[in-house]
């Protein structure tokens, strides 16, 4: 049975600006996040309601909210609760041995762009990924995104369940992806009740030389870095 993912309902242009404004809006809000809101207004006002709408309400909540409040809510979500976390690859795999090699794919991915991720941040950061696939390479960005897809959707719900605004910016990515497959609906679930796999390891396969993308794939003659997201500017 042939498990080909169905082709995007919405056109390239509003992908890249969907996943390039998602990226921006789920960023630590800072000074120069909220000078970028006016220019995310003004792209995302000619998408489609379903994901225009949801990127406009947290624009707007960027807005009209204490930046110290905008830091501290955004701490409390991401950084205390295991279910509202960004890095793709935790949901499916914690922190065990396998999430190692997950990681490892997602940077000979990048790899296979011509680009070098900043090593600041994991490669499985959803800015990160949601940067990649709206302005370096949308079908190899889609397919990390969709192969996640269980974990997004559970971010998804875990925010809208603690009334989160951040669940209006999942709202509208998710809206650019197909829907859930069975075998995708099944994982949610079961990840809902047993939450991300548990193992005392952390990251250290990932970490050791022997894991290390260069010991596995060359990087490209004149690899270019790939910055944390900067709008809008799709690169070549």
Not at 19 to 26: E, G, M, N, V
Not at 131 to 153: F, N, P, W
């Amino acid at each position: 049975m042939s498990r080909r993912r169905p082709a995007p309902t919405h056109s390239p242009e509003q992908l890249t600006v969907v996943w390039q404004s998602a990226s921006l809006l789920l960023n630590y809000p800072d000074q120069p996040l909220l000078g970028m809101l006016a220019t995310i207004r003004s792209a995302t006002s000619v998408l489609p309601q379903d994901v225009g709408a949801s990127l406009c309400r947290m624009a707007a909540h960027l807005e009209g909210t204490p930046l110290p409040q905008l830091q501290a809510d955004y701490v409390e979500t991401f950084d205390t609760r295991r279910r509202c976390n960004l890095y793709l690859t935790y949901f499916a795999h914690g922190d065990t041995r396998k999430r190692g090699l997950a990681l490892l794919r997602f940077k000979q991915t990048y790899l296979r762009s011509g680009y070098l991720l900043d090593e600041s941040e994991l490669p499985d950061h959803l800015c990160v990924v949601l940067e990649y696939a709206a302005t370096v390479d949308l079908q190899l960005g889609r397919g990390l995104i969709l192969d996640h897809r269980a974990g997004l959707e559970l971010l998804r719900l875990s925010l809208r369940d603690s009334d989160s605004p951040y669940a209006s910016v999942l709202d509208a990515v998710t809206a650019t992806l197909p829907p859930l497959r069975g075998d995708e609906r099944d994982a949610v679930r079961r990840l809902a009740v047993e939450g991300p796999p548990e193992e005392e390891v952390g990251l250290a396969p990932f970490a050791t030389p022997e894991f290390s993308p260069a010991s596995v794939t060359a990087p490209p003659a004149g690899a270019e870095l790939l910055p944390m997201p900067s709008f809008p500017g799709a690169r070549a």
